[in-house]
């Protein structure tokens, strides 16, 4: 990667002001994104979504179609150079081929979604709460409507860091107000995280990148929801609870919310809130490393089979950090739930 951008900025060195100060990051994220592309080969529908929603997401840098070719170049360049062994015309041929329907689609999505919306919005803080010492949850309103689906998330831009973004789950529903709240985890080193929790406060103004991801509910399932939530990874899940709540009349949600502590259910006031007020709705702490009242002791895997009878026939959503998600979908494929009705988005995590 520090390859492929030095060729890069080396032929068009103003492309350099459209990316962070700190690379590393970003590093990681293009090799994740090419990745996910040539995996993606066998499932042109997922990728037509994914590569629609890099190229919607990308209008909050400045990028262009005219910046495509230019990153053709340098991307051919460090394959050539690392797979020099194994390098052919025809692999060429098919590298070129597949990026440019790849950068196609990314400029074309792109160009459709400035028609009709704009490349960031101006948010305002209008509550900002500390839950722990790294944590906070903070109320946001855009100064225009900002439309999305709950189990989305949006990138955050704050005035500390220019050009710097990352992703966070929003944790409600549509609302009237068309406020939207963010758990925020200040991580270690985390520059945008660590703006949010210590450095925001009411009346400060972020900026947020178009909605982006697929672990929204399915419109035509009337089945039960299973919604498991760990970390800062109860925001999507809460949301998906909030809109099945109002939407669905009959459709029962179990939300199962984990810790490693009692002092880590940092939302569990506002769930039990919410859980009084439907009926349907049942709210499970689990608490992994120390007992805890009203809670389940164990990890999430553990726990699964005496909170479910017959687990197969719900819709189940997996959200917070990656080994947690990695062992609830595991589990809950041995206790039948079809590959089809486990939802997960491993990109909900900020820093």
Known sequence: MSYFYGRLFAARPRLRTLFPPAMGGQHDRFFHALSRIVWSQDNPEELARHLEGLGRGHRKYGVLREHYPAVEEALTATLRAFAADVWTAEAEAAWRAAYRSAAD???????????????????????????????AVLTLRPERPLAFAPGQHVSVQTARWPRVWRPYSIANAPRRDGTVCLHVRARPAGWVSGALVRHTGPGDSVLLGPPDGAM???????RPLLLIGGGTGLAPVKALAEQALASDAGRDVLLVVAARTEGALYDLPALRGLESAHSRLRVVPVV????????????????????????????????????????????????????????????????
């Open 105 to 135: 689609a990314m400029a074309g999505a792109a160009e459709r979604d400035a028609a009709s919306a704009p490349p960031w919005w101006v948010a305002e803080v209008v509550r900002h709460e500390r839950r722990a010492f790294d944590l």
């Open 216 to 222: 929204t509910l399915d419109p035509a399932s009337g």
């Open 288 to 351: 992994s490393r120390e007992p805890a009242a009203g809670a389940l002791a164990g990890r999430v895997p553990d726990v699964l089979p005496q909170l479910l009878d017959g687990a197969g026939g719900h819709d189940a959503y997996v959200a917070g950090p990656a080994p947690l998600v990695r062992a609830a979908v595991g589990a809950l494929q041995r206790l039948g739930v079809p590959l089809t009705r486990l939802h997960h988005d491993l990109l909900t995590a900020g820093d």
